[in-house]
């Protein structure tokens, strides 16, 4: 067990992000389908979690992280 913080330069077989990362807050902005649009992510906030989620060698639950897949921002570019 390690936090994000101190697990810099290290690596483990299998990492689980716990809910410490806090999904942006919605805006007042509505999507084509109605649905709220999530705030920007803060930078300093997807640094840290950038370290967090590079540390796994093989198997990574990206946990409380898992909101990213749904975030515009976490939309890969095709």
């Keep these: 067990v390690s936090t994000a913080h101190k697990s810099k330069g290290r690596e483990w077989a299998s990492v689980k992000i716990a ?5 942006p807050r919605d805006t007042d902005t509505k999507d ?3 649905q709220p649009v999530p ?3 803060d930078e300093a906030e997807a640094r ?3 370290v967090a989620v590079t540390r796994a060698r093989h198997r990574l639950d990206l946990g409380g992280l898992s909101w990213i897949n749904d975030h515009p921002d976490g939309t890969p570019l095709e």
């Design 48 to 50: 840290l979690a950038y």
């Design 32 to 34: 084509d389908h109605g």
């Design 19 to 23: 809910d410490d990362f806090t999904a």
């Design 39 to 41: 705030g920007p992510v």
